[in-house]
């Protein structure tokens, strides 16, 4: 592992200079973070209808992010019914 490591030193280092890379790359865990803290703060759900729409704004928010699409202006297109379709 230490050969591996010392042979992919920059590949491996990058995300210490270039602070657009994440330090890991479990995208699935970054997703999901956001539903347990609500949980954990309001103590849950009241009904699965609310857990059904906060996950759908989180997951319209996190395609956002991940696509070359304006933030907070792909917010308003979907309110205006013109969502971001990627």
């Not at 956001?34 to 609310?50: D, L």
């Amino acid at each position: 592992m230490l050969e591996r490591l010392d042979k992919h030193r920059t590949e491996t280092l990058n995300f210490m200079t270039d602070f657009q890379i994440p330090f890991d790359n479990n995208q699935a865990e970054r997703d999901i973070r956001m539903t347990k803290v609500k949980q954990r703060i309001s103590g849950g759900f009241r009904a699965r209808q609310g857990a059904e729409i906060f996950g759908r704004i989180r997951g319209y928010i996190s395609t956002i992010k991940k696509n070359p699409a304006p933030g907070l202006g792909a917010i308003r297109d979907a309110f205006l019914g013109k969502p971001f379709i990627p």
